[in-house]
């Protein structure tokens, strides 16, 4: 950020009075450009014991399998944003959604919030951020074209039922170890 | 946002190619400024049976109790800016962080976050933002004196053993019909 979104001055990194971050700031109007966390709002879409897996049609990880997810919009809460995603990138409605997991990834300031849901039907296809869309077994997983460490500790976390007993939200963090995103 | 931030250039609201919202667009750079609900963290820091609470001495809401909650910086987990909040707050540190509950507030764009943890000592003493704390327990708890919606109803959960057992993790939303932030 080099200049005042409201008033084009250039902006100066500095902590503000009260404050104990640096912050962008412009000393012409005023204004505080605060920075936050986004949040990735995902869903893990069953029909009988297959989940909805979708192969990437835009980088980064292009040709890569993941979960339908992406950037929370305002105006919405996680769920609608998680449905919402499922149906732009499979065309698929979800119902019954309950909070799954939840992920700090915080050397990329993002938060993962995964729920699991029911798909109202089977027929699912590709929206125009997916190659393929596919109903997949436990047994069938792609875990070594899984887009990305996120989404593989997230399904992990769901086939394992002895670490996600019913109704437990896991909590847990993704490091750059971890390659990032 | 009237300018970019990246080349000062006038933006426009246009939605882009392969998008399907308006967003605030440089025409200039071809910046686009995504905007995205924000995170506030919270905790309900416990002493026995009793809660910590906050007088805020900072508006909105001058005056009224709170439990220590704000905005998720970048580079950090939600349970970390909760116990940052704690101490900001309250001086107090907190131990064993367990997600409480996740509220939606879309009206204003903000996901609330809460944990329950453990202080490590009953001594605190108020931060900046408050003008007083207290360790309460349930039967001295000013609710008409609380002062957020979220909060209140978040405290009500963590009271009401009934609707949160054990490890349940609350999902709900607040709407502008309780009063917005």
Redesign the interface.
């Known amino acids: 950020?080099?200049?005042?979104?409201?008033?084009?001055n250039p902006?100066v990194l500095k902590i503000p009075a009260?404050d104990?971050?640096p912050r962008?700031t412009c000393e012409n109007c005023g204004a505080v450009?605060?920075?936050?966390?986004?949040?990735v709002a995902g869903c893990i879409a069953t029909w009988e014991d297959k989940i909805l897996l979708c192969r990437r049609a835009i980088e980064p990880r292009y040709g890569l399998w993941t979960v339908p997810a992406g950037?929370?919009?305002?105006?919405?809460?996680?769920?609608?944003a998680a449905a919402r995603e499922t149906f732009?990138e499979a065309t698929a409605k979800v119902d019954n959604l309950?909070?799954h997991s939840?992920f700090?990834i915080?050397?990329i300031?993002q938060?993962y919030?995964v729920f699991a849901g029911n798909l109202a039907q089977p027929e699912t296809r590709p929206g125009?951020e997916s190659l393929e869309v596919n109903l997949v077994e436990e047994q069938d997983m792609p875990w070594d074209e899984i887009a990305f460490p996120v989404i593989r500790r997230t399904l992990e976390l769901f086939f394992d039922r002895s670490e996600t007993p019913p109704?437990?939200?896991y909590?847990g963090?993704i490091g750059p170890k971890w390659g990032g995103e």
């Open positions: 950020m080099k200049y005042c979104c409201y008033c084009a902006v009260k104990n971050l962008y450009h605060y920075q936050n966390p986004k949040i950037f929370m919009e305002n105006n919405e809460t996680v769920a609608q732009e309950t909070l939840l700090n915080p050397h300031n938060v919030i125009l109704g437990h939200v909590v963090d």
